[in-house]
């Protein structure tokens, strides 16, 4: 088994469509960051998660970006 901590970045470009698009911003985004996290790891085994951080740093960036593209949220930081 593998416990980890993470750390959540995000901006919301539009603070009007985020309001309306999604109740709680910031109560939604960190469980599906959580969810998408156990997902892309569950597909590799510990040697290709040491070996591939960048590879899994872009499947969560690109599955994170289309989740919430229409809250107008945006990760926060640029690799």
Do not use: F
């Not at 995000?10 to 939604?28: E, W």
């Not at 960048?54 to 640029?78: F, L, V």
């Amino acid at each position: 088994m593998i416990n980890m901590d993470g750390v959540v970045y995000y901006r919301v470009l539009n603070a009007t469509l985020a309001a309306v698009n999604i109740t709680n911003a910031d109560s939604t985004t960190r469980p599906l960051t959580q969810i998408t996290l156990k997902n892309v790891l569950c597909t590799k085994n510990l040697s290709h998660i040491l070996y591939d951080r960048e590879e899994i740093a872009h499947d969560m960036q690109y599955t994170m970006d289309d989740a919430t593209n229409n809250w107008r949220i945006s990760r926060g930081c640029e690799n």
